[in-house]
């Protein structure tokens, strides 16, 4: 590739993103060998063991299907999803080609803290919603991958990281550019790359390495963010997060007033105060914040005032 395509983001080749990228456990080397690859989108089959932390699970599951055997072996569904299941009391198939993961769960703001490691089964695990927040054990994935959308880059480009002994093993019935090695032969040029994409990730992954100072430093900034939320919700009682505490997402911060018309009018007059897209997801209702890497501890610290206002005026 030439240093022409990704001018000015401090990256001449895909090379150079891609060793920020396995450094992700904040380490110098990553201990297993994996490549990188970019796309506008994603085919993961094959004999798959999921674990559902929310309905898109199911339906994506039932999109899955189409191409082979899915068992889904644990859900929080008797919860409403507001727990992560225990992933060393799962009984997982052997044999199946992988186990697969949403570790960060936008809609009901919940996150793993432990993943599934079983011998002989590679795990897969969608981090689109919290890629680049913290530090990643690349070692204990067969394969990661995450849209750009949240912490990385504008929507329309995709990425994975899968080990190099997983490459190669594409069924028949897969389209030609859903295959890995198809992408990987032609250096993620396959058709036309998102070069404005590419390009802005190559920015964000130098501001993170080089102004922020590694993911254990956004880590510690997120983690900040979210306490200042999480800190508040705890301390008063008019709004609630149903979630459990060791599983609350540090991206996504769910919450609910005493009743839906009341959360209705907090949406309004949050709108009306400069505090935009703070309704939470259809299948949730209530209010959602997603605090990504963007977002700025001062904007935590003006929505916990504003919240404190409201509170005041419909207690």
Not at 147 to 164: F, L, S, T, Y
Request: one cysteine or more; proline letters at 4%; a negative charge.
């Amino acid at each position: 590739m030439s240093d022409t395509f990704l001018p000015g983001s401090g990256f001449d080749t895909y090379e150079s993103q891609d060793k920020v990228l396995v450094q992700m456990d904040g380490s110098r080397e990553c201990a297993v060998a994996v490549r990188i690859l970019q796309q506008q989108g994603f085919a993961v089959m094959g004999a798959v063991v999921r674990l559902c932390t929310d309905d898109p699970v199911v339906d994506a599951a039932k999109e899955a299907a189409k191409f082979g055997e899915v068992n889904i072996v644990a859900s929080s569904k008797d919860k409403n999803f507001t727990y992560i299941p225990d992933v060393n009391a799962i009984n997982y198939d052997k044999d199946a080609s992988y186990i697969h993961i949403c570790q960060n769960n936008t809609i009901f703001g919940t996150q793993y803290v432990e993943v599934p490691q079983v011998e002989g089964v590679p795990l897969v695990a969608d981090m689109s919603s919290m890629i680049l927040s913290k530090p990643v054990d690349v070692t204990k994935y067969g394969c990661i991958y995450f849209g750009v959308q949240k912490n990385v880059a504008p929507a329309g480009v995709a990425i994975a990281i899968v080990r190099d002994d997983l490459l190669g093993h594409a069924a028949d019935n897969v389209p030609t550019m859903m295959n890995y090695t198809t992408l990987l032969a032609k250096d993620s040029m396959y058709n036309t790359p998102p070069c404005w994409c590419i390009y802005m990730t190559g920015l964000v992954l130098k501001y993170l390495e080089n102004d922020i100072g590694g993911l254990a430093n956004m880590q510690k900034i997120n983690e900040a963010k979210a306490k200042v939320l999480y800190d508040y919700l705890d301390g008063q009682d008019f709004f609630t997060n149903p979630v459990e505490h060791r599983y609350r997402s540090t991206m996504n911060v769910t919450f609910t007033s005493p009743d839906p018309d009341l959360d209705k009018k907090f949406c309004a007059e949050a709108a009306d105060a400069g505090f935009v897209n703070l309704k939470g997801h259809r299948l949730v209702g209530g209010m959602r914040a997603s605090i990504y890497n963007a977002m700025p501890a001062e904007g935590i610290d003006k929505l916990v005032d504003f919240m404190e206002k409201f509170r005041k005026e419909n207690a």
